[in-house]
């Protein structure tokens, strides 16, 4: 029984088969790195810029796929291939680089899809004008970093934008006719029930079609590893992200996808928590809480 309208489910009913994401590193950094707007990042972000499972920027976007393509052939034997750019801030860049890399994957042969990670503050008009050029020729979706809605959390995490921001952001890509999804932290310091589900809320009400849900990871020399090994502060358990997830999608309207409900870290950079390395038995403890409260996605919506 499917308890949330996934990722997998939505690539079905799209495309006809399954679609497997290839992690590609474009060159890219961030505003938030580069000291136009910080030079110490996200305080959770790794060195990799999130993309610790990504191609290696050393080669070739091509090079890239057909190396990911390689080491998801031994989980996935037969699907249809997304170009995903996940490391870093992927519109951030001149337009003409942008179209020159993103051309690139999408001419591949095998690429049949394009998901972007970028943030809300790096999208402009003329990004978004390549955005719709592109999805003429090939499915286009975006991912934008919200992590939360609370003012006070974004500030202590230094996303270094504001809810307005992401709000704007969303409607252009709407007006567009772009896919958007919200990635969204779980369990960050200070947070509880209610500031998760606002979170939820205002990305739903901000007009995203996609959800992705994660744990918040400690990862080794982060801004945030250095905080929590100075004062550690609580970290949630396996259980209670359980119950955590279920009740956000109980508020999530039926018709939006959840692509996430779990993420990976990476085990030799991982400080905590350390049960998110073990992702079946994570997605098996999150299916058996919604069982046992007999719900489903959307109820509370």
């Keep these: 029984m499917s308890y949330y309208y996934s990722a ?12 497997i ?34 191609g290696n920027r050393l080669f070739s976007i091509d090079e890239q796929i057909e190396y990911m393509k390689q080491k998801m052939s031994k989980k996935w034997k037969d ?42 503050d790096c999208i402009y008009d003329e990004t978004i004008e390549l955005l719709k050029k592109l999805s003429e020729k090939i499915y286009v979706c975006i991912e934008l970093g919200l992590q939360t809605s609370n003012e006070k959390t974004a500030y202590f995490i230094n996303r270094q934008y504001d809810n307005s921001v992401f709000k704007k952001c969303v409607k252009k890509l709407n007006e567009a006719k772009i896919p958007v999804t919200s990635h969204i932290i779980i369990g960050l310091p200070n947070e509880n029930i209610n500031d998760m589900a606002n979170t939820l809320k205002f990305a739903v009400k901000c007009g995203v079609s996609g959800i992705k849900l994660q744990m918040l990871h400690i990862i080794k020399e982060t801004p945030l590893s250095e905080i929590y090994n100075k004062n550690p502060f609580k970290i949630l358990s396996l259980s209670e992200y359980a119950e955590i997830i279920v009740h956000l999608i109980e508020l999530t309207p039926s018709d939006i996808v959840i692509h996430r409900i779990t993420g990976d870290g990476p085990k030799h950079l991982l400080i905590a928590p350390l049960w998110t390395l073990n992702k079946k038995n994570v997605l098996n403890t999150i299916n058996r ?10 109820r509370l919506a």
């Design 289 to 298: 809480t919604f069982k046992e409260k007999n719900t489903f996605q959307g």
């Design 79 to 120: 699907g249809i291939y997304m170009a995903y750019f996940q490391a870093f801030t992927n519109t951030y860049a001149p337009i003409k680089k942008l179209e020159e890399i993103f051309t690139k994957a999408c001419s591949n042969k095998d690429i049949k899809a394009l998901c972007i990670a970028t943030r809300p």
């Design 8 to 19: 997998n489910d939505f690539y079905r009913k799209t495309f006809g088969k399954k679609v």
């Design 21 to 54: 994401k290839l992690a590609l590193d474009g060159g890219f950094t961030c505003p938030n790195r580069d000291g136009t707007l910080s030079k110490d990042g996200c305080i959770f972000c790794s060195s990799r810029g999130s993309g610790d499972f990504a």
